[in-house]
Every structure is written in structure tokens, then in C-alpha cells.
């Protein structure tokens, strides 16, 4: 369902503006959608990715989201990588944030941004009990999950996709979209879509 959707939101974003620009979700989660569009056979040289968070760590590092998305997507799908955004998180956090809302601004508004949620409501890197600065691109310290610094896309950029996508897999994670669905104060909740959000639930691991 949610390749479906994504590749409807990407035919949709072409059609009408030539590109489909996308803000990818790190974690486990997102893997099996990530391997499933390897065979897809889409149009790469009109598909732009971008990251909803990193972690500082240096680059091709395991941990990191984007070492993530070329080892189970981009490699074996041959993806162009001049449409691969990837923070430069050699640089001190808050320039690297600084270059990042630099490098994308022309891809924003967002076509589609796919978002987990964590255990405490957090998503993208955006944390329970944190204040963030009204920049598209934030920098995040004390983390309460490792590594504690990190950058964001802000709630005003992922307000702004046209759709937003949430992919929630596990047992543990139950409460939370009780939470999610009943509207409560999480970083979750405090985002959605310009046109339409959904919320994609994986009820068997």
C-alpha cells in the first residue's frame, strides 16, 4: 500500500510539475519499501531525495540515514546521484544545517514526506520537550536517543509537503498511535500534510 501510494504521489508530482521531490524517512521501518523500489523500473532522473534527519556522524557511516538508503535502494537501483541530497555532516552541526537548507531550498515545497514515529512521539528528529528555531533546516543537541546531535527538517518545511506518509512497524509502538490517532501533544501530531497525511500501521512484527 504504501509503494502504491508513493508511486501514485511521484506519477501525480511529474505529471504536474516535471519533478517529485522526496524527504525520506531513516530507521528500519522504511527498508522493505525502500528495496521494493528497486524494481519499480520509475523515472529517476525525475525523482529528487532529500533527508527529514541525519545524525552527525561521518559519511558511509552504518548508522547513518542515507548509508541506509544506497545500500538497500539507490546502489542497486542504478539512482542518479546529482538528484541525492546529502547532508555534508563533516562540517560543525549548525553550519552543516546551514548548507543543507541551502542545498534544498530550491526543492521545497516538499512533494512527499515519509515520517516514522518513535516510541515517545518523536519524528524525524524533532523531540518531545525540544524548541526549534523557525528555519527550514534545524539543529538538534541532546538528542535522548544516540547520537545526541543531529539536523532536522523543521515543522514548518514538513508541514509544507503536499502529502505527508507515516510508517509505523511493532508491537512497541501500539501506544503511540493510540496516541497519534487520538490527537495528543507529540511531535507527531504537530505535522501534516498541505494535502493529505496518512498514517500506514505494519501490526505483524
Same mark, same amino acid.
Given at each position: 500500500?504504501?509503494?502504491?501510494?508513493?508511486?501514485?504521489?511521484? $506519477?501525480? !508530482? @511529474?505529471?504536474?510539475?516535471?519533478?517529485?521531490?522526496? +524527504? &525520506?524517512? /531513516?530507521?528500519?521501518?522504511?527498508?522493505?519499501?525502500?528495496?521494493?523500489?528497486?524494481?519499480?523500473?520509475?523515472?529517476?532522473?525525475?525523482?529528487?531525495?532529500?533527508?527529514?534527519?541525519?545524525?552527525?556522524?561521518?559519511?558511509?557511516?552504518?548508522?547513518?540515514?542515507?548509508?541506509?538508503?544506497?545500500?538497500?535502494?539507490?546502489?542497486?537501483?542504478?539512482?542518479?546521484?546529482?538528484?541525492?541530497?546529502?547532508?555534508?555532516?563533516?562540517?560543525?552541526?549548525?553550519?552543516?544545517?546551514?548548507?543543507? $537548507?541551502? !542545498? @534544498?531550498?530550491?526543492?521545497?515545497?516538499?512533494?512527499? +514526506? &515519509?515520517? /516514522?514515529?518513535?516510541?515517545?512521539?518523536?519524528?524525524?528528529?524533532?523531540?518531545?520537550?525540544?524548541?526549534?528555531?523557525?528555519?527550514?533546516?534545524?539543529?538538534?543537541?541532546?538528542?535522548?536517543?544516540?547520537?545526541?546531535?543531529?539536523?532536522?527538517?523543521?515543522?514548518?518545511?514538513?508541514?509544507?509537503?503536499?502529502?505527508?506518509?507515516?510508517?509505523?512497524?511493532?508491537?512497541?509502538?501500539?501506544?503511540?498511535?493510540?496516541?497519534?490517532?487520538?490527537?495528543?501533544?507529540?511531535?507527531?501530531?504537530?505535522?501534516?500534510?498541505?494535502?493529505?497525511?496518512?498514517?500506514?500501521?505494519?501490526?505483524?512484527?
Amino acid at each position: 500500500m504504501a509503494l502504491a501510494l508513493l508511486l501514485q504521489v511521484a $506519477a501525480d !508530482a @511529474i505529471a504536474a510539475r516535471g519533478r517529485f521531490v522526496l +524527504a &525520506l524517512a /531513516g530507521g528500519t521501518t522504511p527498508i522493505p519499501l525502500y528495496k521494493l523500489l528497486v524494481g519499480t523500473g520509475a523515472d529517476w532522473d525525475r525523482w529528487y531525495l532529500v533527508y527529514t534527519d541525519e545524525r552527525c556522524l561521518p559519511y558511509g557511516h552504518p548508522q547513518r540515514n542515507s548509508t541506509m538508503v544506497e545500500n538497500n535502494w539507490l546502489r542497486p537501483a542504478g539512482f542518479p546521484p546529482q538528484n541525492h541530497y546529502v547532508p555534508d555532516l563533516e562540517l560543525q552541526a549548525e553550519q552543516a544545517a546551514a548548507a543543507y $537548507a541551502a !542545498a @534544498i531550498e530550491e526543492l521545497l515545497p516538499l512533494d512527499m +514526506a &515519509l515520517l /516514522g514515529i518513535g516510541e515517545d512521539g518523536h519524528t524525524a528528529s524533532l523531540f518531545p520537550g525540544h524548541h526549534y528555531p523557525a528555519q527550514s533546516v534545524v539543529t538538534v543537541h541532546n538528542a535522548p536517543k544516540p547520537p545526541p546531535t543531529r539536523i532536522s527538517l523543521s515543522y514548518a518545511t514538513l508541514n509544507a509537503a503536499r502529502v505527508v506518509c507515516y510508517l509505523v512497524s511493532g508491537v512497541d509502538k501500539y501506544a503511540v498511535v493510540e496516541s497519534f490517532c487520538s490527537g495528543l501533544d507529540i511531535p507527531a501530531t504537530q505535522i501534516c500534510g498541505a494535502e493529505s497525511t496518512r498514517l500506514m500501521v505494519a501490526r505483524e512484527k
